[in-house]
Structure formats: structure tokens, C-alpha cells
């Protein structure tokens, strides 16, 4: 318990990026509708709060924010995303190079991570410099290979991150449990 108590957020990436990766594979039309509507009841819900907030503040705390302003074009944005959902398959490519972008710099970031561990003499710094490599290689093939077919780039996209999660997972636990043992 005190593994996941101190290691709750890296565990919890790396199993996001295990599922997502899982339902990538499985069914990456269906996942993308799926996520699409989620991400528009969220945005709906998140701008009906701002606008409640708008209406229940005083007249002189409204005119100080913006909260309609922003609760307007959330609920708008969660509206296209719930009935117009369809234009994710034609911008996919694009998002899927942005993915690529995050992946190159969440590379940098474990890279980084891999230097603080080499400096403070961590025996296992060499799991953190795969992560690195593998977020840094996935990431500039997914960016530098446009041309791959939308179901290439799902497919791709699926399995680096089943690979980067079980990866991440795995090598968490082992420096987890190599610095426990050592104490």
C-alpha cells in the first residue's frame, strides 16, 4: 500500500496509457466517438457550472470575471463535440502529430529523470533512460511519419502505449522496491 500511496500518479499514467492503448487496438473507430462524447458531456457540464456561477454571483463579482464568457464557448464546444463529432477522423492526423509532440517531450522530461538518477548514483538509472529512449523514438516516429494510414497511426499509437505503460509500470516497482530494500 505504501508502493501506491507513493507511487499514485506514475502508476495511474502508466495504466492509462495501458488501456488506452488496450481499447486503441480493440476498437479505435468506437474508442474515438467514446472519448469525443465523454470529452463534450465534460465541456457541457464544465461551462453549465461557469454560467451558474455567473448568474449566482453579485452583479459586481460577475462583471470582474468571465465565467459566462468561458461557460458559453464550454458549452458550445461540448455541444459540436456530442452532435458533430465526426470532424475527429478528418483533424486525427494532426492530433496524432501533437501526441507525437508530447511524446518528444515527455522523452526529454524521463531524459532528464534518467541524468538526476545517473547523478545521484541510482543503480537502476538505465530503466528511466529506456523510458526515455522509447518516448523519445515513438514520439518523433509518430511525428515525422505523416503519411502513415489513420489505422497505422491508431495501431502504432495503441501499442507504444501498452508498451510505455507496462514499461513505466514495471520499472516503477523495481526502483520502488530496489530503494525500500536499501533502507
Do not use: H
Amino acid at each position: 500500500m505504501k508502493f501506491l500511496k507513493e507511487n499514485w500518479s506514475a502508476m495511474l499514467t502508466a495504466l492509462f496509457l495501458f488501456v488506452v492503448g488496450i481499447l486503441l487496438l480493440v476498437n479505435p473507430g468506437l474508442f474515438a466517438v467514446v472519448v469525443i462524447k465523454v470529452s463534450g458531456i465534460l465541456l457541457a457540464i464544465i461551462g453549465i457550472v461557469d454560467v451558474v456561477k455567473y448568474f449566482r454571483a453579485s452583479p459586481e463579482e460577475a462583471a470582474k470575471g468571465s465565467a459566462f464568457y468561458s461557460g458559453a464557448i464550454m458549452i458550445t464546444a461540448g455541444m459540436l463535440c456530442l452532435f458533430g463529432g465526426t470532424w475527429f477522423v478528418e483533424v486525427f492526423p494532426v492530433l496524432a502529430v501533437l501526441y507525437g509532440v508530447f511524446q518528444i517531450l515527455l522523452g526529454f522530461r524521463k531524459l532528464q529523470r534518467t541524468v538526476d538518477a545517473l547523478r545521484l548514483k541510482n543503480e537502476l538509472w538505465w530503466l528511466k533512460g529506456i523510458s526515455a529512449c522509447m518516448s523519445l523514438c515513438f514520439g518523433f516516429i509518430i511525428t515525422l511519419i505523416p503519411g502513415m494510414t489513420l489505422m497505422s497511426i491508431w495501431i502504432f499509437t495503441g501499442i507504444t502505449m501498452i508498451f510505455e505503460g507496462v514499461f513505466d509500470a514495471v520499472s516503477i516497482a523495481m526502483m520502488y522496491k530496489k530503494t525500500s530494500n536499501g533502507q
